[in-house]
T-cell receptor, first 113, second 114 residues
């Protein structure tokens, strides 16, 4: 299946860390992604991780992948007001032949000044 | 252009009318995708074009929806006899090859059917 689940809302105080969680159902996913969507804009690729990795760090962003539990998380350190947006996780399934991404419902992150 | 361009950015149409949404992908990107984002929901895959292969239309919600890609570049998504439930943001994305490094999205077309 291609169900990707996320919690809908997350609020954090400016300067704190944010952790956005995602679960997926297809263990054969080869790539997993995090996208950010600001109001009125398209989706911006934040980062991605290959399925053979456990962790990837990119400046304030840390991605953790637990393949056994099919759990993906995005940690944003020192969260800023500019981080307020909707965050989507997505998986790509090679065997479909279509290479299309399956997205979660998105988590709306609100950063409180 | 430097990014994926979609037009129009906003479209208001009357129920029952046909609409055409346009997507200009990044030059050289062989794959092009259409997604629909309804209010409060995630992204729904609609259709995928890869090079000269037959498109994957498995996500189109009804036969009122169709899309074409001319010359392996510009794509048009057509919705015939629009219904209120078609109101959504329609997003186009393109990628190079298999898309393993992610897709580049346009800003979308916000369609409102009244």
């Amino acid at each position: 299946g291609e169900d990707v689940e996320q919690s809908l809302f997350l609020s954090v105080r400016e300067g704190d860390s944010s952790v956005i969680n995602c679960t997926y159902t297809d263990s054969s996913s080869t790539y997993l992604y995090w996208y950010k969507q600001e109001p009125g804009a398209g989706l911006q690729l934040l980062t991605y991780i290959f399925s053979n990795m456990d962790m990837k760090q990119d400046q304030r962003l840390t991605v953790l992948l637990n393949k056994k539990d099919k759990h993906l998380s995005l940690r944003i350190a020192d969260t800023q007001t500019g981080d307020s947006a909707i965050y989507f996780c997505a998986e790509i399934l090679d065997q479909t032949g279509a290479n299309n991404l399956f997205f979660g419902t998105g988590t709306r992150l609100t950063v409180i000044p | 252009g430097a990014g994926v361009s979609q037009s129009p950015s906003n479209k208001v149409t009357e129920k029952g009318k046909d609409v055409e949404l346009r997507c200009d992908p990044i030059s050289g990107h062989t794959a092009l995708y259409w997604y629909r984002q309804s209010l409060g929901q995630g992204l729904e895959f609609l259709i995928y074009f890869q090079g000269n292969s037959a498109p994957d239309k498995s996500g189109l919600p009804s036969d009122r929806f169709s899309a074409e890609r001319t010359g392996g570049s510009v794509s048009t998504l057509t919705i015939q006899r629009t219904q209120q439930e078609d109101s959504a943001v329609y997003l186009c994305a393109s990628s190079f090859g298999t898309g393993g490094y992610g897709y580049t999205f346009g800003s979308g077309t916000r369609l409102t059917v009244v």
